[in-house]
């Protein structure tokens, strides 16, 4: 369950940071602060995914809040972008998923030891 976390985050995080990237490139719907902030919580999820995977102390933790950034700069998109509610409902599904997947590995492996 921890690689598919790990994978999980990681596609997470370059998805949103290709996706603002792009948009960018395509000509910003949204302020260019937003986007960079996009970038950057994308960003420092995929290095949060490699401590997740390492089991680096706080690692899950730097991954809840990249994942929590990005929530909150959909909240943002959204409202420009009018794109509702469901799109929110998904993200945080599976942010949700991958936390938990994450989680329960590591349970499992301190009552192995």
């Known amino acids: 369950m921890l690689t598919l976390a790990t994978l999980g985050m990681f596609a997470y995080g370059a998805y949103s940071a290709v996706w ?8 910003a719907r949204i302020e260019l602060w937003a ?9 420092l999820l ?5 401590f997740v995977r390492v089991g680096m ?4 933790s730097v991954a ?3 994942m929590l950034a990005l929530q909150a ?15 929110q409902i998904g993200r945080a599904v599976l942010a949700f ?9 590591e349970s499992t492996r301190q009552r192995r030891r």
Request: no cysteine; net charge negative.
């Open 20 to 27: 603002a990237i792009a948009d960018v490139v395509q000509g």
């Open 35 to 43: 986007e960079a902030l996009i970038t950057l919580a994308g960003l």
């Open 46 to 50: 995929i290095l949060a995914a490699a």
């Open 57 to 60: 102390p706080g690692g899950l």
């Open 64 to 66: 809840i809040s990249a």
């Open 73 to 87: 700069l959909e909240v943002h998109t959204a409202a420009h972008l009018e794109s509702g509610l469901a799109p």
């Open 97 to 105: 998923f991958l936390v938990g997947s994450a989680v329960a590995d």
